[in-house]
C-alpha cells in the first residue's frame, strides 16, 4: 500500500507563512514512479478544491485564489512535493489534502494509482 503523509500545518495570523509537506512511501514494496503531485483544500461546507499541482518534469498550475502567494514544488528524490504558502488571509483556512499519481510495486504486484493523504489543517486567524 503506498502512503502520503503530510505535515507542516497549523495556526497562523493573517499575512504569515506555512510550508506543507507530503511525502509518498510504500510499506511492504516500491515507488517506481510518481507523476502528478498536487494539493487540494476543503473549507467546512465547501467543496474540495485544487490548490496547486506539479508534474514530473516541474510544471505547475495554481488555482486564481492563490497565485502569487503559495508555490508549489517537489523533491524527486525524495517522493515528496511541498507547498509554500505565503501572505496566508483567513479564507485560506481549510484541511490541505495531498494528492500523487503513483506507479508502485506492492506485495508483487505493480499498480498505478491516484492516492490521497490524511489531510493537515491549516487555520489562519489573529
Known amino acids: 500500500q503506498v502512503q502520503l503523509v503530510e505535515s507542516g500545518g497549523g495556526l497562523v495570523q493573517p499575512g504569515g507563512s506555512l510550508r506543507l509537506s507530503c511525502a509518498a512511501s510504500?510499506?511492504?514494496?516500491?515507488?517506481?514512479?510518481?507523476?502528478?503531485m498536487g494539493w487540494y483544500r476543503q473549507a467546512p461546507g465547501k467543496e474540495r478544491e485544487l490548490v496547486a499541482i506539479?508534474?514530473?518534469?516541474?510544471?505547475?498550475k495554481y488555482a486564481d485564489s492563490v497565485k502569487g502567494r503559495f508555490t508549489i514544488s517537489r523533491d524527486n528524490a525524495k517522493n515528496t512535493v511541498y507547498l509554500q504558502m505565503n501572505s496566508l488571509k483567513p479564507e485560506d483556512t481549510a484541511v490541505y489534502y495531498c494528492?500523487?499519481?503513483?506507479?508502485?510495486?506492492?506485495?508483487?504486484?505493480?499498480?498505478?494509482?491516484?492516492?490521497w493523504g490524511q489531510g493537515t489543517q491549516v487555520t489562519v486567524s489573529s
Open positions: 494528492n500523487a499519481d503513483v506507479a508502485a510495486l506492492v506485495d508483487g504486484n505493480f499498480h498505478i494509482d491516484d492516492y
Open positions: 506539479i508534474t514530473s518534469g516541474g510544471s505547475t
Open positions: 510504500a510499506a511492504s514494496g516500491s515507488i517506481f514512479s510518481i507523476n502528478g
